[in-house]
């Protein structure tokens, strides 16, 4: 049997993907993107002076790191990822290209002796041979010009687009950061002064108990009395207007980041 194998590089380039944690919907164009549960965020309407001295903000490094999984970032994210595949693909046009030939044949290979004469005896034709067995395997490629050329302007456009996603994704992210930064400094600023609020409400509501007290004794007059309420509210609304603003920053920073603030539990006396 004889076998003729020409040598054939062959390239094989299957797509495959690892299932993953992560659940995926459809989307309006049919995309599948990740989806994520909701973050059960905090109620910060019902803490007290003394709840918010506990409040434990994580380092602004972490913070800013978790930004990067808020769903916009996933958006652009997925969508690079997906122009990377679409490059992928058109980097293996050319494997259309290539044909793979291949044919085996069976038979038998005769040899024909002609007639002749030996010792004045003639010597009928001999008809010999033996089967065989045929092996061919070969390989073409044939790409128009045209196509060449039309590739490698596909293959530059598209990485124009993969750029101009990632260029999408780094300004969103500045952004954002930015965000997240203004949200952590009226945090901490906030804190400081809820807690000057706290202590001149407490002090605000003391001295006018005391206040009532003299007024009742006949000590202050009405006047006196009345200056002293004025007090005392502007203290409530002043320590009122920061909580506010507190809890707007606090909530803001959870939204941006997707991370809950550490609240621990105050020591009770």
Not at 140 to 167: A, C, W
Request: aromatic share 8%; charged share 25%; no cysteine.
């Amino acid at each position: 049997m004889k076998i003729r194998i020409i040598p054939i590089l062959t390239l094989l380039l299957l797509p495959f993907s690892l299932p993953t944690a992560a659940q995926e919907h459809a989307d309006s164009d049919g995309r599948m993107t990740p989806s994520r549960d909701p973050v059960p965020y905090s109620d910060f309407s019902q803490l007290t002076a003394e709840d918010y001295a506990t409040i434990q903000l994580p380092p602004l490094h972490v913070l800013l790191e978790n930004a990067k999984n808020s769903p916009q970032v996933q958006y652009y994210n997925s969508n690079k990822e997906e122009e990377e595949r679409e490059l992928r693909s058109i980097r293996r046009t050319w494997l259309k290209y290539i044909k793979l030939n291949a044919n085996y044949s069976y038979g038998s290979t005769d040899i024909y002796n002609s007639a002749y004469i030996v010792d004045g005896q003639p010597v009928p034709a001999l008809n010999t041979g033996r089967e065989q067995s045929y092996w061919n395997v070969g390989v073409t490629f044939s790409m128009p010009l045209e196509e060449l050329f039309d590739r490698r302007n596909k293959i530059k456009k598209q990485k124009t687009r993969i750029e101009s996603i990632q260029y999408e994704i780094d300004r969103w992210y500045d952004d954002l950061s930015l965000k997240v930064i203004d949200a952590y400094t009226q945090v901490t600023e906030n804190l400081a002064i809820l807690q000057s609020a706290a202590s001149s409400m407490v002090h605000a509501r003391a001295q006018y108990a005391v206040s009532e007290t003299d007024f009742v004794n006949g000590s202050i007059d009405a006047q006196m009395l009345s200056r002293q309420k004025s007090i005392e509210n502007t203290a409530i609304r002043e320590y009122e207007q920061t909580r506010a603003a507190l809890n707007s920053a606090l909530l803001r920073l959870e939204v941006l980041t997707l991370s809950l603030i550490h609240i621990s539990e105050p020591t009770r006396h």
